[in-house]
């Protein structure tokens, strides 16, 4: 009884240090975030980067020369992707101050037409709570924060090049490092090949979304269909409200457009619907399985976490950093109860090699353990 005792007085103390160690770490991110968000950005690129090199070694291709030659490949797609990319905003740039003026003008004119029908509306009240002169000064804000990532691309890429090269070696150093390291070099495969798996396939359908968007607006004459394009593929990595933002700035522009108008509009935002209702709730979840998905409510407060502590790339990274954290409490029996917490709440058994049932197991591994 006393050892009993002791055990539960201690259960307090374990839980005030452990979130004290929390929010030490959590402060100690958002202070460093200039640091850090860099170096998270190079290492998913770089997790993602492993695929295609692993495949050109299976290929017989030495380890050195893969690495270069996918480096090569994905920067030559990379610049093509953004020179069109800056030449598309550049132009957005440069029509904006008209798009201003006709979303203004519009948006009165929706308030008058409300105003005749009855409704009491005070036009010059709503008129001054969104004033075109304070949007538009938000806009080089927007515009020096994209700057600033863009700048940061050229770091990003230094890191991408260093740890490809430095994967090549990892695995020897960890055995050297470590007394007995077969437990840890299995939760570490274990993990690598699930975060790789799922960056992999989060990608591909950020991809798809991204094409199908670009297709859609081309389809509709929506003006700078590659620019929106390119939104959809960045935001379809924001959980909930990723696709309904990415929806709003074409949308706007093509009702406004001289070309489009209010039928455009809405044939465009049934696109965007359409799209990402069958590629987010119909292919996503059944290539990734329930297993690697995530609550609601943790999608939705990982996207404020992040965002707080990382600011705009925190919110696009937001998923894929609490996916990030799942795995890795996933691939340790210790902490594994947590990860079931942060997931969705459905529960899927099966064996292992040694017999022993693992809940939670994406589809490829339960392939594997057939």
């Not at 050195?64 to 030659?69: E, I, K, N, P, Y």
């Amino acid at each position: 009884m006393p050892m009993d005792d002791e055990a539960s007085r201690s259960v307090p103390l374990n839980l005030t240090l452990a979130l004290a160690a929390l929010v030490i770490i959590v402060a100690g991110m958002r202070a460093g975030s200039s640091l850090l968000v860099p170096l998270l950005l190079s290492i998913f690129i770089t997790v993602v980067c492993t695929a295609p090199v692993l495949w050109l070694q299976r290929l017989g291709m030495g380890p050195r020369l893969a690495v270069w030659l996918t480096l090569v490949v994905i920067g030559g797609l990379l610049s093509l992707l953004g020179l069109l990319l800056v030449n598309s905003f550049g132009t957005f740039v440069d029509a904006l101050p008209g798009i201003e003026q006709k979303l203004y003008a519009y948006y009165l004119g929706m308030l008058d037409r409300l105003a005749s029908m009855g409704l009491a509306i005070d036009t010059n009240r709503l008129a001054e709570m969104i004033d075109a002169e304070q949007f538009g000064s938000r806009i080089p804000a927007l515009i020096g924060e994209l700057g600033n990532l863009l700048m940061q691309s050229i770091v990003v890429a230094l890191l991408v090049v260093f740890l490809l090269f430095e994967t090549l070696n990892f695995r020897n150093k960890l055995s050297h490092a470590l007394a007995n390291p077969a437990p840890s070099l299995r939760r570490v495969r274990q993990f690598s090949l699930t975060l790789k798996r799922y960056l992999a396939v989060k990608t591909l359908i950020s991809l798809a979304t991204g094409l199908l968007v670009w297709l859609a607006c081309l389809l509709v004459g929506a003006d700078f269909p590659l620019l929106w394009g390119v939104l959809a593929f960045a935001l379809n990595y924001i959980p909930n409200i990723g696709s309904a933002i990415a929806a709003i700035p074409p949308v706007l522009l093509l009702l406004v457009s001289p070309d489009g108008g209010l039928l455009p509009a809405l044939m465009l935002a049934a696109a965007y619907l359409a799209i990402n209702f069958v590629l987010g709730n119909l292919v996503e979840p059944k290539v990734m399985g329930r297993a690697l998905g995530l609550s609601t409510f943790v999608a939705f407060l990982s996207l404020v976490v992040w965002g707080w502590i990382f600011g705009a790339v925190g919110m696009l990274l937001s998923v894929v950093l609490t996916m990030t954290l799942k795995i890795a409490l996933d691939s340790h029996p210790q902490t594994r109860w947590i990860a079931h917490l942060l997931g969705p709440g459905e529960r899927i058994l099966v064996e292992d090699e040694e017999g022993v049932e693992v809940a939670d197991r994406p589809p490829w591994e339960r392939r594997d353990t057939e």
